[in-house]
């Protein structure tokens, strides 16, 4: 069973050799660690959810978040403003799945490199995104640990 404030009971099952994670991390502004607990099934916990298998653990469903991070790990290029747009595919395709999480939205992203390339090129062909009109270094905003985990006050 899983129970955390503002959260109904759960029954959870994450199949034989699930692995659980314990740790702290110290937020600025917080006197006590905020502690957390990450169970998953064996099948993340051996790294066979990556980029490699076509389906991606993430800890946050913002869609700036979601787009910095596939951009990042997969190595695509692209710009922060495109977010909306690669929001609006992931719902197109069905690629964005809502994982279980307390205290924060985790996501898996389904899809591989050729496909996210396949979206952004069919973007820019048909206008749906644009290229900036200036060329140079592309800042990607940051993402603070309390933008990810709301509810860790």
Not at 79 to 99: M, Q, V, Y
Not at 107 to 120: A, M, N, P, S, T
Not at 139 to 149: A, E, K, M, N, T
Request: net charge neutral; aromatic share 10%.
């Amino acid at each position: 069973m899983v129970e955390g404030p503002d959260v109904q009971p759960i029954r959870v099952c994450l199949e034989r050799n699930a692995q659980c994670f314990k740790g702290s991390i110290q937020l600025a502004g917080r006197k006590k660690p905020l502690r957390h607990l990450i169970g998953m099934s064996e099948e993340f916990a051996s790294g066979n959810m990556s980029s490699c298998s076509g389906r991606t653990l993430l800890a946050g469903s913002d869609k700036r978040f979601v787009w910095a991070s596939i951009a990042h790990i997969y190595g695509i290029p692209g710009i922060p403003e495109w977010a909306d747009w690669f929001a609006d595919e992931l719902a197109t395709h069905h690629a964005l799945i809502h994982a279980l999480g307390i205290g924060c939205d985790p996501v898996i992203v389904k899809g591989e490199k050729e496909q996210f390339l396949d979206w952004l090129s069919w973007g820019v062909e048909s206008s749906a995104i644009r290229f900036p009109t200036q060329t140079g270094s592309i800042r990607w905003p940051g993402v603070s640990l309390q933008g990810i985990f709301p509810h860790a006050k």
